[in-house]
C-alpha cells in the first residue's frame, strides 16, 4: 500500500477537483484544485458539511443513494463555479463511510470539445485531401505511334519534363492531351507529388473558383466548412487545367496572379497560401483567336505558353494508325473477355481512309463497339462500316427515315452545337434547348466523340 504521504502528494497534484465526505456529509478532504476552480479556501469549506453546502449536488447524491453520479452538471454551493461531477460512495465492508467527487469547471469541458471540433475539423480535411490526390497513370512509353509529328510531340514533351515551366497543350479533341499531362508529369522531378485534374469547362463558373483556390466556412452560403482548392492539392506536384480556354476573365485574372506570385487567397479568407505547383494547361480552341476576341487574357496565355505542345489529329499521323488499334484491341480484349487478334486487310483500309473527327477517342470507342458484338477473332469491314458512317440525314421527315436512338441523339446534340456555339455559353445554351444539364451535354459529347472543335 502507498504511503499516506505520498496518497496525499498525489491529490494535491491532480488538475481535477477533489471533495471528500464522512458518512455524516462532513467535508473533510479538498485538493489545491478545488480552491483554484471554486475560489474557496481548505479552511473555509472543510468547515462545512455537504448536505448545507452544496445539497443538490453530485456528492450529496452520491452519498444519499449509494448509487456512483457521472457527467452531473451543478454549481458548487458558495461559489459561481459551474461544473461537470463524478462522485461515487466510498464503501467499506460493506458500509458507506463516506463519498468522494471529482469534477472540472465547465469551461475546461468546452475548451476541450472545441479543441477536439477543430481537431476533427483538421482529419475531416486531411481525408478530404487524401481522397483527392491521385498519381499519373501513364508515361512517354505508353504514347502509341511512329509518325514523326507524334515523335515530335513526344521529344518537346520529355525536354518539357525536365523543366518546372508551364505547359500548354493544343489539339482537337481525343488527341491525347490528358496522356501527355500524364506522361510530362511521370518524367518530371515532381513525379511522387500529386497530379491533379481540373475541367475548366465542366464545372459550372460560381463553383470554378472554389474548386481551384478552396474557402473558409461562411464564404458563402453552403460553404459548412474549409474547403481544400486543387492548387492545395497539387502542391509539390502537377495540376492539369484542362479546357482552359473556357476559362472566363475574372478567374483568369486570378490564375495569373497564382503563377506569378506562387500564392493565392481562399474564397472568404485572408491569409495567403504559397503553393509550389507545376502547372500543364490544355485547350481545342484557338487561344491567339480568344486573345484577339478579347476572350482570352494576352498576358496570361503568355505565361501559360511557355512550353508549347500541338497534338496533330489522327488524320495527320495516319501512319499510326495500325500501331494504336492493335494496341486497342488488346486492351480491349482483357476489358471484354474477347480474343480478338486483328483486322482485316479491308478493315484496315477503311480505318486509313476515314477523317475520324473524334480523333483517337473515335477511334477506341469504335472498336470497342465492334467488339462488344463480335463473335469471330478478326474484325472485318462487315462489322466496322456501320460505325464508320458520318452522313446522317437532316431531318427524319417520314417512317422510313428511321435512325438508331443513339444516332439521333448525337445528330441533335452536333446541331445545337452548330447554332449555339462550343464555347462555355454556348454550350449551355444548347443543353437548355436539348433540355438536359452542361455536365449531361460533356458527357454526351464525349460518348458520342463529337469533335466541337469544327462545330
Known sequence: MLPIEMISAILDSVQEAIEVTDRDGNIIYVNPAFCRITGLSFEERTRQNIFQASPDGALALALKTGVPVKGYRTRVGGSNAEVISNAVPIIIDHQIVGAVVIFQHITDIIKLIEELKKSTSIIQNLSDKYGQVTKSKYDFEQIIGRSQAIKECIMTGQMAA???????????????????????????????????VINCAAIPETLLESELFGHVRGAFTGAIKDKIGKFELA?????????????????????????????????????????????????????????????????????????????????????????????????????????????????????????????????????????????????????????????????????????????????????????????????????????????????????????????
Open 162 to 196: 525536365k523543366s518546372s515551366s508551364t505547359v500548354l497543350l493544343l489539339g482537337e479533341s481525343g488527341t491525347g492531351k490528358e496522356l501527355f499531362a500524364h506522361a510530362i508529369h511521370h518524367a518530371s522531378s515532381r513525379k511522387d507529388g500529386p497530379f491533379i
Open 235 to 455: 502542391n509539390s506536384g502537377t495540376l492539369f487545367l484542362d479546357e482552359i480556354g473556357d476559362m472566363n476573365p475574372l478567374l483568369q485574372a486570378k490564375l495569373l496572379r497564382v503563377l506569378q506570385e506562387r500564392e493565392f487567397e481562399r474564397i472568404g479568407g485572408t491569409r495567403p497560401v504559397s503553393v509550389d505547383v507545376r502547372v500543364i494547361a490544355a485547350t481545342n480552341r484557338n487561344l491567339k483567336q480568344l486573345v484577339r476576341e478579347g476572350l482570352f487574357r494576352e498576358d496570361l496565355y503568355y505565361r501559360l505558353n511557355v512550353v508549347e505542345i500541338n497534338l496533330p489529329p489522327l488524320r495527320e499521323r495516319i501512319e499510326d494508325i495500325m500501331d494504336l488499334a492493335n494496341y486497342m484491341i488488346v486492351r480491349l480484349n482483357r476489358k471484354l473477355g474477347k480474343k480478338v487478334i486483328g483486322l482485316s486487310r479491308e478493315a484496315m483500309t477503311a480505318l486509313h481512309h476515314y477523317h475520324w473527327p473524334g480523333n483517337i477517342r473515335e477511334l477506341e470507342n469504335v472498336l470497342e463497339r465492334v467488339m462488344v458484338s463480335l463473335d469471330t477473332d478478326i474484325i472485318t469491314y462487315k462489322e466496322l462500316a456501320p460505325h464508320l458512317s458520318v452522313n446522317y440525314p437532316e431531318a427524319v421527315n417520314t417512317e422510313a427515315d428511321l435512325m438508331p436512338l443513339d444516332k439521333m441523339e448525337q445528330m441533335m446534340i452536333e446541331r445545337a452545337l452548330k447554332k449555339y456555339g462550343t464555347g462555355v455559353e454556348g454550350k449551355r445554351e444548347a443543353a437548355r434547348h436539348l433540355n438536359i444539364s452542361l455536365a449531361t451535354l460533356y458527357n454526351k459529347i464525349k460518348k458520342h466523340n463529337i469533335n466541337i472543335s469544327n462545330n
